[in-house]
Structure formats: structure tokens, C-alpha cells
């Protein structure tokens, strides 16, 4: 599961165990960001802090790991390259790889999607009062035109993001049931994200 994390919040929990459920898969790794050719990396947490809540928000679940493999690598990080290195370290089977299902309407634009298509399975996560319905018929043209092979996840709605988490932080609101405890006392005890106010 590829993402920013920044921070790491229940929204992205529940997306990982509803996936693992609901698709059988062996563990979900989640894999934060490098740089990203999307992201202003200004508005990004160093990778450390990002690791570091990561792996404090899924200590208690034994089918969750993190990755550094992003973070590590020299340059801007594509998600081809990263699904070909995990691809890879699996003897060539097929992997899924977790994102948004807002992000199936750009995917066309990603650097060499029929890469990603070739290698993994896209699952889906259908959030934030998205319709599956609109949905289908992007899975069906990213099906035809690359042979994307997309699964949705089904996940309670809770919406939040990282983004709002920030802003509730900088205005001195209660993040209390949106992060893990671990993670907020960590946010709370370095003070992160109080610079940008």
C-alpha cells in the first residue's frame, strides 16, 4: 500500500485489513512515499517520522509491515518501479498494489501504467462518497486499453485525510479517534506539523 502517510491515520488502517479480508492476500506492506512527482515536498514530513508512526500505528497487527524501499531510493519515486522491485522480490507472481479510487480517473497520466497493469492487481479503495457505478466504466476503459485487472475495496466511509488532520492540528483541535494513540502522542511530543501553522 503506497502512500504519503503524512500522517498515517485510521482511514488508510481500514483500508489495508478491509483489503487483506476481503481479498485473501498474504500481508499488506505499506510503503511511504520517497519523492513523490505529485507531492509538494515541502508539505511532507521527512521519511523518518513518516516510518516511525507507521510502524507505531500497525505494532499490534501481524499482517501489517512497512517498507523503506521508497524512502531509501535516490530520485523521484514512480510507482512502476516500485511495483517492479516488490514484483520482483516475489519470484514473479502477481501482487497487488492498494491505492485510491479517486486515482483511477489520472492513472492514464502515471508513468508506464500498462507496467503496473502487467504486474499487479489494482485494488480500489472506494471512499469519501465515491460510486462504485461511475467507477465501472474507468475499470472497464483501464481493462481494454492496458489489461488492468481492478478489484474494489469496500470500506466503511470515514472521512479524513491527512491533509485535514494537519489543519485541525495548526488550529489546536482534538485528532483524538482519527490516529492511532501512538501516533498522536508522537505527533503531540515533537510538536510535528505545528510549523506549517
Known amino acids: 500500500m503506497g502512500g504519503t502517510f503524512n500522517p498515517i491515520h485510521y482511514g488508510h488502517l481500514m483500508i489495508a485489513e478491509n483489503a487483506y479480508e476481503q481479498f485473501g492476500l498474504d500481508e499488506v506492506i505499506f510503503i511511504p512515499t520517497g519523492r513523490s512527482p505529485h507531492k509538494d515536498a515541502r508539505q511532507v514530513l521527512d521519511a523518518k517520522g513518516r516510518m516511525e508512526m507507521i510502524a507505531l500505528a500497525i505494532?499490534?497487527?501481524?499482517?501489517?509491515?512497512?517498507?523503506?524501499?521508497?524512502?531509501?531510493?535516490e530520485g523521484i519515486s514512480y510507482t512502476y518501479q516500485t511495483v517492479q522491485a516488490f514484483y520482483e522480490r516475489a519470484g514473479n507472481h502477481r501482487i497487488s498494489f492498494i491505492m485510491g479510487a479517486d486515482s483511477l480517473a489520472y492513472f492514464d497520466s502515471w508513468m508506464r501504467p500498462e507496467e503496473i497493469s502487467r504486474?499487479?492487481?489494482?485494488?480500489?479503495?472506494?471512499?469519501?462518497?465515491?460510486?462504485?457505478?461511475?467507477?465501472?466504466?474507468?475499470?472497464?476503459?483501464?481493462?481494454?486499453?492496458?489489461?488492468?485487472?481492478?478489484?474494489?475495496?469496500?470500506?466503511?466511509?470515514?472521512?479524513?485525510?491527512?491533509?485535514?488532520?494537519?489543519?485541525?492540528?495548526?488550529?489546536?483541535?482534538?485528532?483524538?479517534?482519527?490516529?492511532?494513540?501512538?501516533?498522536?502522542?508522537?505527533?503531540?511530543?515533537?510538536r510535528i506539523y505545528l510549523e506549517e501553522c
Do not use: W
Open 119 to 190: 504486474m499487479s492487481t489494482i485494488l480500489a479503495a472506494v471512499r469519501d462518497g465515491l460510486n462504485i457505478e461511475e467507477l465501472l466504466p474507468i475499470r472497464e476503459g483501464l481493462e481494454q486499453k492496458y489489461g488492468t485487472k481492478i478489484g474494489f475495496i469496500n470500506t466503511p466511509n470515514f472521512s479524513v485525510s491527512s491533509r485535514m488532520i494537519r489543519q485541525r492540528i495548526c488550529n489546536r483541535q482534538t485528532i483524538r479517534y482519527l490516529v492511532p494513540d501512538a501516533v498522536e502522542q508522537y505527533l503531540k511530543e515533537h
Open 59 to 73: 505494532a499490534d497487527n501481524p499482517h501489517f509491515s512497512c517498507s523503506d524501499y521508497e524512502v531509501q531510493k
